[in-house]
């Protein structure tokens, strides 16, 4: 019969305790993050070690690290953390998920202009759910979702991960915005193969719409380019008559702000558009009600 060691002396929470100095690779700020006093975190730090039997930390005063022993320790107590999170999750909503937290990630290229459009029919859907909003870049959204940080990501690309499985909701054309210098009449429509794509002003390398907008031109690098760190921004360098943009359909819905300094143009002779997915990890034991969330996101009609 296998004699298992008693687990007395072991807590979740000392583990959080230990993952927390180990990421600010400081007791002090752990302490902050963690909500209790740096003596306290401290004192609880040793008396694990004391438990153990080896030191995670090497204090030594002109220097900190985690010792060899501290690392295999902190690989371990990461897969414990993940499963025991894992496991609130699972038991938070065992009747009905949508009658919990949602976290939904989204991308700053499509979140603003996309949820005024969704919001009141989710929350008339769902009136019982609690509907989480995170804004990120996509990297750091699929970190996220890995890190079970969220429930589910909204993005313009496919993730590469195994873990995520994702399905389609809809296709966002691209507009052309133009600054008023070019003398082109509002909302006529524009060929793509007469365009001078030497004008194009892109988003700043952190938002995969760069590399979609990249990939429809016959540019080269476009590292010397002037480059907007935000859709707002690249709004605003237009209107200045910095160049044009390509901007996604819905963020080009309404007053823009600018008095007539910019006009906006669909584009002909070539399929220009980004598909949005949405993504869940696959070892989510709410799959089929995401299923379902999405099929419900795919009736709202959007105003494309």
Same mark, same amino acid.
């Given at each position: 019969?296998?004699?298992?060691?008693?687990?007395?002396?072991?807590?979740l929470?000392?583990?959080?305790?230990i993952?927390a100095? %180990?990421?600010?690779?400081s007791?002090?700020?752990?302490?902050?993050?963690?909500?209790?006093?740096?003596?306290a975190?401290? #004192?609880?730090?040793?008396?694990?070690?004391?438990?153990l039997?080896?030191?995670i930390?090497?204090?030594?005063?002109h220097?900190? &690290?985690v010792?060899?022993?501290?690392?295999?320790?902190?690989k371990?107590i990461d897969?414990i953390?993940?499963?025991?999170?894992a496991?609130l999750?699972?038991? %938070?909503?065992l009747?009905?998920?949508?009658?919990?937290?949602?976290r939904?990630?989204?991308?700053?290229?499509?979140?603003? &202009?996309?949820?005024?459009?969704?919001l009141?029919?989710?929350?008339?859907?769902?009136?019982?759910?609690?509907?989480?909003l /995170? +804004?990120a870049?996509?990297?750091?959204l699929?970190e996220?979702?890995? @890190?079970?940080?969220?429930?589910?990501?909204? $993005? %313009?690309?496919?993730?590469?991960?195994? +873990?995520? +499985?994702? #399905?389609?909701?809809?296709?966002?054309? &691209?507009?052309?915005?133009?600054?008023?210098?070019? @003398?082109?009449?509002?909302?006529?429509?524009m060929?793509?193969? #007469?365009?001078?794509q030497?004008?194009?002003?892109?988003?700043?390398?952190?938002?995969c719409?760069?590399?979609?907008t990249?990939?429809?031109?016959n540019?080269? %690098?476009?590292?010397?380019?002037?480059v907007?760190?935000?859709?707002?921004?690249?709004?605003?360098?237009?209107?200045?008559g +910095?160049g044009a943009a390509l901007?996604?359909?819905?963020s /080009?819905?309404?007053?823009?702000?600018?008095?007539?300094?910019?006009? &906006?143009?669909?584009? @002909?002779?070539r399929?220009?558009?980004?598909?949005?997915?949405v993504?869940?990890?696959?070892?989510d034991?709410r799959?089929?009600?995401?299923?379902?969330? $999405?099929s419900?996101?795919?009736t709202?009609?959007?105003?494309?």
């Open positions: 019969m296998v004699v298992h060691q008693s687990l007395s002396g072991l807590s929470r000392d583990f959080e305790y993952q100095v %180990a990421r600010n690779k007791f002090g700020q752990a302490a902050i993050d963690c909500g209790i006093s740096q003596p975190i401290s #004192q609880q730090i040793r008396k694990l070690e004391a438990r039997g080896f030191p930390f090497d204090r030594s005063a220097s900190f &690290y010792t060899p022993a501290g690392e295999m320790f902190l371990k897969v953390l993940t499963e025991a999170r496991l999750d699972a038991t %938070a909503s009747n009905d998920p949508m009658e919990s937290e949602l939904l990630g989204i991308i700053p290229t499509l979140g603003p &202009y996309l949820m005024p459009h969704i009141r029919a989710i929350r008339d859907q769902y009136p019982n759910l609690k509907l989480n /995170v +804004e870049t996509t990297n750091d699929k996220m979702m890995l @890190a079970r940080q969220l429930d589910l990501i909204c $993005l %313009a690309t496919m993730p590469e991960f195994e +873990e995520l +499985e994702s #399905q389609h909701w809809f296709d966002e054309p &691209y507009i052309l915005a133009c600054p008023v210098e070019y @003398a082109l009449k509002d909302n006529t429509v060929q793509w193969s #007469q365009f001078d030497e004008q194009l002003l892109f988003p700043s390398t952190e938002h719409m760069r590399d979609q990249m990939g429809f031109c540019l080269a %690098a476009a590292s010397d380019r002037r907007g760190s935000s859709l707002e921004m690249l709004r605003q360098m237009v209107a200045a +910095e901007l996604p359909a819905l /080009v819905l309404g007053s823009d702000g600018m008095n007539g300094l910019i006009t &906006y143009h669909p584009i @002909a002779g399929t220009l558009e980004r598909a949005i997915q993504s869940w990890r696959k070892n034991y799959i089929d009600t995401f299923a379902g969330f $999405l419900f996101l795919r709202v009609v959007l105003p494309l």
